[in-house]
């Protein structure tokens, strides 16, 4: 007999709905749910992927994000110019202030509506965004620049929709020089130590930095503040686990965790149903056993050094 050869089996947000009923008797083999059940038990499933935040840092989740230079604050808000890609070069050509162009090395990633950061003289970053189609290598910007530009000044460039979403944690992160592409790490610190430090207006390279996952978007605070355009903070984070917002969204786990899903939401849609406690108890430690060797399956490979103890 042939395998199949195939890997990519998925499942769909109703399917999976679909399937915890059909586990708990609600309704029969080869039915399917009414929209009010498909609805009530979306509410549910979204409960139980946002819950799954608590099992750490599952690999498939981890991303890579930047904080582009940002001046005159010690902290910035994730929906703002911190992004999972952008673009950097500089200007070829010195800028008076109130100008509303400026000329750059490298087009690579420009384009009308983009968000664009220029480096200012006194090292003040300017963000704005690019107002219409290049013209070679000349930029429009839609505010004109509040003081000149010298050649050879930084330049960042992104996309809106590269802006990250709130992390869930940060675990990591790394000074990364723009134009040498020299990088170190820093120090990522704990709240009251951020906020016990004296001056936090001082500026020059961030060296260490604290993470507020908030409610809506989080704030990352450094220090020093930047002071100039030279430097981006790298970092590594765990983002939130997407929605399920329609019929046909997929899971956005690893397909071993589709099992502890369906048993989980199975357990969650007992009480509506008349599941006995007994019965619903038996579905929880079920997904709990699932979700364990699910979660074996996605441990991180990496060197181990095995010494011999000394006395």
């Not at 911190?82 to 750059?104: D, E």
């Not at 990364?176 to 001056?199: D, K, M």
């Not at 604290?210 to 030279?230: E, H, K, M, Q, T």
Request: include cysteine; charged fraction near 15%.
């Amino acid at each position: 007999m042939a395998s199949s050869g195939s890997y990519d089996y998925s499942i769909d947000r109703d399917g999976l709905i679909n399937l915890a009923h059909q586990h708990i008797g609600a309704i029969g083999e080869g039915e399917t749910c009414s929209a009010n059940q498909i609805t009530e038990a979306a509410k549910l499933l979204n409960m139980l992927c946002k819950l799954r935040a608590a099992d750490g840092m599952p690999l498939w989740s981890l991303k890579r994000g930047a904080i582009l230079p940002f001046s005159d604050a010690s902290s910035i808000a994730t929906n703002s110019h911190v992004v999972t890609s952008y673009n950097y070069t500089t200007t070829s050509a010195a800028a008076a202030s109130g100008a509303s162009t400026i000329v750059i090395t490298s087009t690579t990633g420009f384009a009308n509506g983009y968000t664009i950061g220029i480096e200012l003289t006194s090292g003040t970053m300017q963000w704005t965004t690019i107002n219409g189609a290049l013209s070679g290598s000349t930029v429009t910007l839609t505010a004109t620049l509040t003081e000149a530009v010298v050649s050879g000044a930084a330049v960042y460039v992104y996309q809106t929709t590269n802006r990250i979403q709130r992390p869930l944690r940060i675990l990591q992160g790394n000074i990364l020089n723009s134009a040498g592409s020299n990088s170190y790490s820093i120090e990522q610190v704990a709240r009251e130590n951020y906020f016990s430090l004296g001056n936090r207006t001082v500026e020059g390279t961030p060296n260490q930095f604290y993470y507020d996952p908030a409610l809506d978007n989080g704030n990352i605070y450094v220090y020093p503040r930047f002071s100039d355009g030279d430097d981006v903070i790298e970092f590594t984070y765990h983002r939130p686990f997407q929605d399920f917002d329609a019929s046909t969204d997929t899971p956005d786990f690893p397909q071993e965790f589709y099992l502890p899903l369906m048993i989980g939401l199975a357990a969650l849609l007992g009480p509506k149903f008349g599941v006995s406690i007994e019965e619903r108890s038996a579905l929880t430690k079920e997904a709990e056993y699932y979700l364990i060797q699910a979660l074996e399956t996605v441990v991180p490979e990496g060197s181990m050094l095995i010494q011999a103890e000394t006395r």
